[in-house]
């Protein structure tokens, strides 16, 4: 089993034409479609050491009112791809008074409290009911325990978990990403700082695709409204220069800052830029206003 992460690994690891496994007794042994057969390996190391640890991330108020606006969007019965950090941690605590969600793609600590309070129960998942489908494992030794031979925990790998085909099959899928930026015609870069890539695309595409597809399926950006200590608007005029746009302007439904909701599914232009401006930082509010004016 290769344990908390077959995404990526198991797939290359199935196609490599050579396979080197580092075995390691406190690594988890997850179920599903989690498995090198001994002779796909080509040969191996034992090892014995903690895995490293993602404790989850710290949440402040500006974190809090994004993660309860968000989940307001998220209907009972709900399948939830979410990413880490402290907006998706937020959501996560705000989501106690759901019933019946369901999780796809990433395991992280914070998920744990709401599966042991029964709000996850994965019952009402078209795809898998009773259980998550999974392709990373990102936490403690407390999430690594709980994985470790649970027939509730279905690993799978990314051409699975993050094929839009998949994901559209699933009713009521939300999937919940974040952004760098957002411009007022609704375009999202979550990779660049201009030209200077930043971090990789992920799944975000795949699954906001996925959740267009879904039936009742919806998709959310969620974003503070600013960044560089509250200097800089991330709902902007335009991208800047060079900016990579990671999710098109007409795919995704919601954008959620700290300030509202955004609705933008079957809006206008001009509508969906005036939706973003009423959600961005008052601060500036009226530049933003001039520019869509300018344009106008």
């Not at 344990?3 to 075995?23: D, N």
């Not at 993660?67 to 399948?79: M, N, Q």
């Not at 969600?101 to 395991?107: A, K, N, R, V």
């Not at 409204?225 to 999710?247: F, M, W």
Request: aromatic residues 4%; neutral net charge.
């Amino acid at each position: 089993s290769l344990g908390v992460s077959v995404s990526y690994s198991l797939p290359a690891a199935r196609e490599a034409p050579l396979v080197i496994a580092q075995v390691n007794p406190r690594m988890p042994r997850t179920l599903g479609n989690a498995f090198l057969h001994r002779s796909q390996v080509d040969c191996w190391v034992e090892a014995d050491h903690p895995l490293r640890e993602l404790p989850p991330a710290p949440v402040g108020p500006v974190e809090r009112s994004v993660g309860a606006l968000v989940s307001e969007l998220i209907p009972d019965g709900a399948t939830i791809q979410i990413g880490i950090g402290a907006i998706p941690q937020a959501v996560m605590e705000a989501l106690g008074g759901k019933r019946d969600l369901g999780i796809h793609s990433l395991l992280v600590d914070s998920m744990l409290p709401l599966i042991e309070k029964g709000v996850v129960t994965n019952a009402r998942k078209t795809l898998h009911p009773g259980r998550m489908d999974l392709g990373e494992i990102f936490g403690t030794r407390r999430l690594f325990d709980f994985v470790h031979q649970n027939p509730a925990v279905n690993m799978e790998p990314s051409d699975i978990v993050h094929d839009p085909q998949v994901v559209g099959r699933i009713r009521d899928f939300v999937s919940i990403n974040s952004a760098l930026e957002v411009d007022l015609a609704g375009q999202v870069n979550a990779e660049s700082v201009g030209r200077a890539q930043v971090s990789g695309i992920g799944g975000q595409f795949d699954f906001v695709l996925g959740a267009s597809r879904a039936p009742g399926g919806r998709s959310i950006i969620a974003l503070p409204s600013t960044g560089q200590n509250g200097t800089a608007s991330r709902i902007v005029p335009a991208l800047r220069e060079g900016a990579r746009v990671t999710t098109p302007r007409y795919l995704h439904d919601y954008v959620v800052t700290e300030y509202g909701v955004a609705s933008l599914r079957g809006k206008s232009d001009a509508e969906r830029a005036k939706a973003l401006v009423r959600i961005a930082h008052p601060a500036f509010v009226e530049s933003l206003e001039r520019s869509l004016a300018a344009t106008s």
